[in-house]
């Protein structure tokens, strides 16, 4: 049943079919060519998984808050606070670049949104400087791949639901490992700012910092808003999303008079394409791993797995392998509800903890951001920049090593994730 399920679905991808609409065709394949299942299934389970899950809801309250973010002036209070930091070094706004994302990150949790808030600004500004243009947008490329990293992520909740994790729990593991990826392109940067001189920003005054900071305020309260409440236990994750849409229709156009009402319309018709986008899929894979469970194939894969790689380092570098590989022709959220069900099992049956596996799932899924032929952000930035794809590659090189290298030492050195989450009482 599952390899006839399986094959179904390798088939219409292969073919060019939509991921979302393969999985479908395939759990409907399996479902009428055995009669142990009935058709009618497959819709059930995927009304059914759609409208059970109060937690889902947070993920398009999440797109929403993010998008009226990158529209509200928020992305140029947050670039002039991160260049009032940073700008001040060798190769100054390659720095605010990374710092920017890391901030944005937080308030977004959509790597596309950041580069096309933060890239639309920035790539500009640092050739009018000096930078090289493909330097300029391969790094912010790669930054923005912090965005699903750092909470709010989108595909972090995705993963707590699949998993039946704690979202709060999932949130605080993405905070240290983000700041060891902005860490780790700092690298790079450091050794090419220096090696073409790439020049330095006016270090701020006392009191033109604390304007900047004053200004950038109502910007930062948006990631402050929601893990605080989420900690504090006064409202659930999807809960904490509504606040923080309210917050980014109401600060936002106060404070820097961004985005007007005629806007609204085309930022919520976005928002909902990109959220229904996300819905078919995860209905579609609701029935898809039905399947699958019924059929027994995720713990047939989780045994095969202990017998490959019989211990837990092992199996993450097979994971790792695995999702970056997947990452060229799939989108994050595509490999985690595709991947998770199977290799889940796996990862519990070795010792993983399952908020360690799903961090480093987040970040290998991620990598697929940046990487051909089916990098959204790495499009987005050609179109920004108006480089071609092959002028990118090998700017993309450094930043791309240093992010797989973090993802090395996340997957090897499991406290980086939990020690958060089991400080702040979120797990055992």
Known sequence: MAETLLIIFVLFVL??????????????????????????IIPTRFVGLLSDSFLLLSAPLFILAGNLAARGGVARAIIDLATALVGRFRGGLAYVNIVDSML?????????????????????QMERKGYDRDFATALTISTAIMAPIIPPSIIAVIYAWMADESVAAIFAAGYLPGLLVGIGMAVPVF???????????????????????????????????????????????????????????????????????RELPRIFAD????????????GLVGAFGWVLTYSKFPFVVADAIGSIAPTWWLFMMLVIALYVLLGTFLTPSEIILVTVPVLLPGAIAVGIHPIHFGMVCVIASAVGHITPPVGLCLFVGMSISGLPMEKLMRPLVPFLCAIIAVLFVVAFVPEITLWLPRAWGLIK
């Open 271 to 282: 928002s909902a394409r990109l959220s229904g986008v996300i819905g078919l899929i995860i």
């Open 104 to 124: 944005f990150g937080g308030i977004s949790g959509s790597a596309v949104a950041d580069v096309s808030a933060l890239g639309t600004f920035l790539i500009p």
């Open 15 to 40: 073919i060019g079919m939509p991921i979302g609409i393969a999985l479908g065709v395939g759990a409907l394949g399996a479902a009428i060519l055995y009669p142990a299942l009935n058709p009618i």
């Open 191 to 261: 050794v090419i700012a220096r090696k073409r001189n790439y020049p330095k920003e006016k270090p701020p005054t006392a009191r033109e910092f604390m304007v900047v900071l004053r200004n950038a305020l109502p910007a930062l309260m948006i990631p402050i808003i929601i893990m605080g409440g989420i900690l504090f236990g006064l409202f659930t994750p999807t809960e904490a999303a509504a606040v923080a849409v309210v917050y980014a229709l109401i600060v936002p156009p106060f404070f820097y008079h961004e985005p007007s009402w």
